[in-house]
């Protein structure tokens, strides 16, 4: 039988609230509802519920209002666990307290949904029943959190030691874990599931954040802490466990670097739009357009009124206006950095998908391949972005910019199964030397080692050129593997090894941003670090407001197809654009579909 819903009064605030009766084991779930407003003084003490949906095909049965009723099975496991055996418990959950059936309803529900968890007396976050892996993945975690508390004088110095205190960049350790037989990684594999969309919300602007798993308790704050950890020490767990973790951590962290101060735990909010839909990109949503309608009320600049919350809005047009709108960075200028979020799964994707190539689906974080350092500047200067209180959802993006090339060889990709395989790593750097001394004949063979060594690296040196030293990182990284048999050890057993601290590092930096990449020439005799999809005919550009030089390839009909982002030796700090004069603004226009 479904609820009858009544109505809402929006000028008030209007929202319903379970008053989950008392009970115990499997009693039946039973509850009244009632409705509250925002604009109470004081507002009535209620707690938010976050909880993951999974998969709404399993139902239960719970009474409400007398009638008997049937939702989620996630949902009524939620309310079975936070159940008081003796008292009642007065409750806001979104799947029961708002009519879903109702998009008008939904709208104007989600346009307050931060007043309600932050006027709340707390939330709980129910992260499902423990199973075998729980207990060691909760010990984990107990003993991590008394390593933090070891190592930054109880948290004193933890904001300074997991990410630089300037540039905000993380900090990697070079140091491995204290008591490392004690912990059990691949627990924490599996409990690092990402939460749905409203649990991150939740977590953002309630007063406080209780985590609930089988019979385990605990802040969420801490969880956040063991996470930024893990990242900070995220060399020391690749000997261990798969890349899937270490990802998971990425997100958590990236997500949450700027929002959430992990010694406090309280949020700042999302000073660029760009920042919060990455953040929704990593959580799961029951609806696609909570990715830009869920966090709107913590993103700090102006929203034009078309990207408010209306789940009547076709999803397509509602992700290409928020693209656009993520295109603007805090100063206003242009930033098309946000392009390193566009992910293709395959040629025929890329080519044929309704989707437009340089819309993100923000559904899904991609951390291979890592991003190029922002440090770089290939279109020499970011212009001013469009005024924020335009509308544009058109579903193609032009830009200005020159050629660098075309893309006239190509390696095969490095793939992380391959990179895991010291062996199948010196096979792939084999491969992609022959590749280059064929395609390029003018240079000599040391000179050709060097330029290959500085774009695996990613050329993060200031002004971008070769390291001049005899021995390439290459070369050290090559004769490293072959003497071992292992990769290169994060610290290096002995300061004065040279050729070991260079191996490390050119692994480090293939680790980074070689992954899910190929080696690339240009007719023009570039160089560069591309996208796995690249091939020949693909046209590499420079343009304005992009850090890295973007590769789009022709389309059968008009226009091009964005590729992805490169990395090109000798480019990336505007040589390029530069070489069109001062004033230039961009000779060609391209549209991209």
């Known amino acids: ?61 719970l009474e409400l209002d007398g009638n008997e009723l049937i939702i989620p099975a996630s949902a009524v496991a939620a309310l079975r666990r936070v159940r008081l055996p003796d008292r009642t418990r007065l409750l806001f959950l979104d799947v029961l307290c708002i009519d879903q059936t109702n998009l008008e309803e939904r709208a104007q529900q989600v346009s307050i949904m931060n007043d309600i968890y932050s006027s709340s007396a707390g939330n709980l976050i129910y992260l499902g029943e423990e199973d075998t892996s729980t207990g060691p993945a909760v010990r984990t975690i107990r003993l991590l959190y008394d390593e933090i508390l070891h190592e930054t004088d109880n948290l004193v110095a933890l904001g300074s030691t997991v990410a630089d205190p300037d540039t905000r960049n993380a900090n990697r350790s070079q140091v491995g874990f204290r008591n490392r037989d004690e912990l059990d990684f691949e627990a924490l594999d599996s409990f690092f599931g990402l939460p749905r969309l409203w649990v991150t919300l939740e977590t953002l602007v309630a007063p406080s954040n209780q985590a609930l798993c089988g019979t385990h308790s605990f802040s969420l704050v801490e969880l956040l802490r063991v996470s930024a950890w893990l990242h900070y020490k995220s060399f020391h767990i690749q000997k261990y466990v798969p890349n899937s973790i270490n990802n998971r951590l990425w997100t958590w962290w990236v997500a949450l670097d700027e929002q959430v101060d992990p010694v406090a735990g309280q949020c700042g909010g999302f000073q660029t739009f760009a920042q919060m839909l990455s953040y929704a990109s990593s959580r799961g949503a029951s609806d696609e357009r909570d990715r830009v309608y869920a966090l709107h009320k913590l993103f700090q600049g102006p929203l034009p009124p078309s990207l408010l919350p209306d789940y ?88 200005r910019g020159c050629v660098v090339g075309t893309v006239d060889t190509v390696t095969d990709a490095l793939s992380d199964r391959v990179f895991q395989c010291w062996e199948g790593l010196d096979t792939w750097i084999q491969s992609v030397e022959e590749r280059i001394d064929q395609w390029d004949r003018h240079r000599n063979e040391p000179s050709r080692k060097r330029l290959l060594s500085a ?77 796995a999809l690249t091939r020949k005919g693909d046209v590499v550009v420079a343009v304005p407001g992009s850090p890295w030089p973007l590769v789009l390839r022709p389309h059968a009909e008009r226009g091009f197809r964005f590729v992805g982002e490169a990395y090109v030796y000798g480019v990336m700090y505007g040589e390029a654009v530069k070489a069109h004069g001062a004033g230039w603004s961009g000779d060609e226009v391209f549209t991209i579909r």
Request: charged share 20%.
């Open 312 to 399: 009547r809005r076709p999803l397509v047009e509602l992700m290409c206006e928020a693209t656009r709108r993520a295109f603007i960075d805090v100063d206003g200028n242009l930033d098309l950095g946000v392009l390193h979020h566009v992910h293709h799964a395959s040629q025929q994707e890329l080519e044929l998908s309704a989707w437009p190539s340089w819309v993100p689906t923000w559904t899904e974080y991609h951390n291979d391949p890592g991003t190029f350092p922002e440090s770089f500047c290939a279109g020499a200067h970011s212009p001013r972005a469009p005024d924020a209180s335009d509308t544009d959802s058109s579903a193609e993006l032009v830009v």
């Open 455 to 531: 774009v695996l690296e990613a050329a993060t040196s200031e002004n971008g050129t070769a390291n001049q030293d005899p021995k390439t990182g290459l070369e050290c990284l090559l004769q490293h593997l072959r003497e071992k048999g292992i990769p290169p050890p994060a610290l290096a057993p002995d300061e004065e090894d040279a050729v070991a601290t260079r191996a490390r590092s050119m692994y480090d930096k293939i680790w980074l941003y070689g992954i899910e990449r190929l080696v690339f020439g240009t007719h023009t005799g570039s160089l560069g670090l591309g996208p």
């Open 1 to 61: 039988m479904a609820h009858t819903y009544g109505p809402l009064c929006v000028e008030d605030g209007e929202f319903r609230l379970l008053e989950l009766q008392p009970g115990s084991g499997e009693d039946m779930i039973t509850c009244t509802m009632r409705s509250t407003s925002l604009a109470e003084q004081p507002v009535c003490q209620y707690e938010t519920i976050s909880y993951c949906w999974g998969d709404l095909a399993p139902e239960a049965r």
